[in-house]
Protein backbone atom coordinates (compact mmCIF):
# COMPACT_ATOMS: atom_id res chain seq x y z
CA UNK A 1 0.00 0.00 0.00
CA UNK A 2 1.29 3.37 -0.59
CA UNK A 3 -0.51 6.86 0.28
CA UNK A 4 -0.07 9.26 -2.87
CA UNK A 5 -1.59 12.65 -4.01
CA UNK A 6 -4.53 12.37 -5.95
CA UNK A 7 -4.66 12.10 -10.01
CA UNK A 8 -6.99 12.22 -12.41
CA UNK A 9 -7.34 9.10 -13.32
CA UNK A 10 -8.10 8.22 -9.64
CA UNK A 11 -11.74 10.22 -9.83
CA UNK A 12 -13.78 7.10 -11.16
CA UNK A 13 -12.37 4.73 -8.15
CA UNK A 14 -12.52 6.94 -5.65
CA UNK A 15 -16.07 7.82 -6.60
CA UNK A 16 -16.86 4.40 -5.93
CA UNK A 17 -14.86 3.86 -2.99
CA UNK A 18 -16.79 6.64 -1.14
CA UNK A 19 -20.15 6.27 -2.36
CA UNK A 20 -19.64 2.28 -1.96
CA UNK A 21 -18.69 3.14 1.91
CA UNK A 22 -22.47 5.07 2.41
CA UNK A 23 -24.20 2.00 0.91
CA UNK A 24 -22.34 -0.79 2.71
CA UNK A 25 -22.04 1.12 5.63
CA UNK A 26 -26.02 1.95 5.77
CA UNK A 27 -25.38 5.93 5.83
CA UNK A 28 -27.53 8.54 4.92
CA UNK A 29 -27.62 9.43 1.38
CA UNK A 30 -28.59 12.98 1.10
CA UNK A 31 -27.05 15.71 2.71
CA UNK A 32 -23.67 13.88 3.08
CA UNK A 33 -20.38 13.66 0.52
CA UNK A 34 -22.29 11.09 -1.06
CA UNK A 35 -24.18 13.46 -3.21
CA UNK A 36 -21.80 15.95 -3.60
CA UNK A 37 -20.82 16.72 -6.93
CA UNK A 38 -16.83 17.04 -6.00
CA UNK A 39 -17.28 13.26 -4.97
CA UNK A 40 -17.66 12.66 -9.10
CA UNK A 41 -14.52 14.89 -9.86
CA UNK A 42 -12.11 14.52 -6.65
CA UNK A 43 -8.69 15.15 -8.86
CA UNK A 44 -10.64 18.98 -10.16
CA UNK A 45 -11.87 20.06 -6.54
CA UNK A 46 -8.64 19.48 -4.57
CA UNK A 47 -6.62 20.61 -7.56
CA UNK A 48 -6.42 24.43 -6.01
CA UNK A 49 -4.25 25.98 -3.67
CA UNK A 50 -4.28 25.11 -0.18
CA UNK A 51 -6.27 21.95 -0.98
CA UNK A 52 -4.91 18.42 -1.34
CA UNK A 53 -6.25 15.21 -1.63
CA UNK A 54 -4.48 11.52 -0.74
CA UNK A 55 -5.38 8.67 -1.86
CA UNK A 56 -4.21 4.70 -0.76
CA UNK A 57 -3.68 2.78 -3.44
CA UNK A 58 -2.31 -0.98 -3.90
CA UNK A 59 -1.17 -2.17 -7.19
CA UNK A 60 -3.23 0.26 -9.37
CA UNK A 61 -6.20 0.13 -7.56
CA UNK A 62 -7.54 2.80 -5.02
CA UNK A 63 -8.70 1.83 -2.09
CA UNK A 64 -9.40 4.79 0.11
CA UNK A 65 -8.25 8.43 0.62
CA UNK A 66 -8.77 11.57 2.71
CA UNK A 67 -7.89 15.64 1.96
CA UNK A 68 -7.98 19.32 3.26
CA UNK A 69 -9.41 22.18 1.84
CA UNK A 70 -9.96 25.64 3.13
CA UNK A 71 -12.92 25.58 5.34
CA UNK A 72 -16.20 27.56 3.40
CA UNK A 73 -15.55 30.90 5.46
CA UNK A 74 -14.14 34.05 6.07
CA UNK A 75 -10.99 32.71 8.32
CA UNK A 76 -8.41 31.63 6.14
CA UNK A 77 -7.11 29.63 8.88
CA UNK A 78 -9.47 27.48 9.13
CA UNK A 79 -9.17 23.99 7.50
CA UNK A 80 -11.64 21.09 6.86
CA UNK A 81 -10.66 17.54 6.41
CA UNK A 82 -12.88 16.18 3.58
CA UNK A 83 -14.23 12.69 1.91
CA UNK A 84 -11.69 10.26 4.18
CA UNK A 85 -13.02 7.19 3.41
CA UNK A 86 -11.89 3.49 3.03
CA UNK A 87 -12.74 0.05 1.30
CA UNK A 88 -13.44 -2.25 4.23
CA UNK A 89 -10.40 -4.14 3.57
CA UNK A 90 -8.32 -1.26 4.70
CA UNK A 91 -10.57 -0.56 7.57
CA UNK A 92 -9.03 -1.38 11.36
CA UNK A 93 -5.50 -1.69 10.03
CA UNK A 94 -3.89 1.85 11.33
CA UNK A 95 -4.68 3.40 7.57
CA UNK A 96 -7.20 5.75 9.27
CA UNK A 97 -4.83 7.48 11.65
CA UNK A 98 -1.72 7.44 8.80
CA UNK A 99 -3.78 9.62 6.78
CA UNK A 100 -5.22 11.75 8.96
CA UNK A 101 -1.32 12.31 10.09
CA UNK A 102 -0.34 13.00 6.81
CA UNK A 103 -3.39 15.41 5.96
CA UNK A 104 -2.80 17.68 9.13
CA UNK A 105 1.19 17.56 8.36
CA UNK A 106 -0.41 18.70 5.18
CA UNK A 107 -2.63 21.73 6.47
CA UNK A 108 -0.06 23.01 8.62
CA UNK A 109 2.58 23.55 6.22
CA UNK A 110 -0.48 25.16 3.90
CA UNK A 111 -0.87 27.27 6.66
CA UNK A 112 -3.83 26.50 8.55
CA UNK A 113 -4.07 26.97 12.00
CA UNK A 114 -7.28 24.96 12.73
CA UNK A 115 -8.60 21.83 11.25
CA UNK A 116 -12.77 21.00 10.82
CA UNK A 117 -14.51 18.35 10.60
CA UNK A 118 -17.96 17.09 9.96
CA UNK A 119 -19.15 13.15 10.46
CA UNK A 120 -21.93 11.00 11.22
CA UNK A 121 -22.83 9.73 13.95
CA UNK A 122 -22.69 6.04 12.75
CA UNK A 123 -19.34 6.25 12.47
CA UNK A 124 -17.94 5.66 15.50
CA UNK A 125 -14.91 4.59 15.11
CA UNK A 126 -13.87 7.38 12.89
CA UNK A 127 -15.13 9.75 15.80
CA UNK A 128 -12.94 7.70 18.10
CA UNK A 129 -10.18 8.38 16.43
CA UNK A 130 -10.73 12.11 16.19
CA UNK A 131 -10.88 12.23 19.57
CA UNK A 132 -7.71 10.20 20.81
CA UNK A 133 -5.94 12.66 17.38
CA UNK A 134 -6.92 15.87 19.96
CA UNK A 135 -10.33 16.63 17.80
CA UNK A 136 -12.91 18.61 20.39
CA UNK A 137 -16.27 18.34 19.56
CA UNK A 138 -18.32 21.73 18.77
CA UNK A 139 -21.89 22.19 19.69
CA UNK A 140 -22.68 23.50 15.91
CA UNK A 141 -21.10 22.81 12.34
CA UNK A 142 -18.89 25.82 11.25
CA UNK A 143 -19.05 27.66 7.95
CA UNK A 144 -21.86 25.87 5.13
CA UNK A 145 -20.45 22.87 3.93
CA UNK A 146 -24.22 21.29 2.80
CA UNK A 147 -23.94 17.90 5.14
CA UNK A 148 -26.91 18.48 6.89
CA UNK A 149 -27.32 14.97 7.64
CA UNK A 150 -23.91 15.38 9.88
CA UNK A 151 -24.43 15.52 12.83
CA UNK A 152 -20.92 15.81 15.12
CA UNK A 153 -18.70 18.82 14.33
CA UNK A 154 -15.28 18.94 15.31
CA UNK A 155 -12.05 21.43 15.38
CA UNK A 156 -8.49 20.54 16.46
CA UNK A 157 -5.54 23.71 16.71
CA UNK A 158 -2.94 22.47 14.73
Not at 38 to 49: A, G, V
Request: hydrophobic fraction near 30%; charge should be neutral; include cysteine.
Amino acid sequence: MRIREIKIEDNLQIESVIKSTFKELGLPLEGTAYEDIETTRMFESYHEEKAIYFVIEESGQVKGGGGIKSLSTKDDTICELQKMYFSNELRGKGYGQKLLSICLDAAQKMGYKYCYLETLLELKKAIKLYKKNDFKELKQPMGYTGHTSCGVWMLKTI
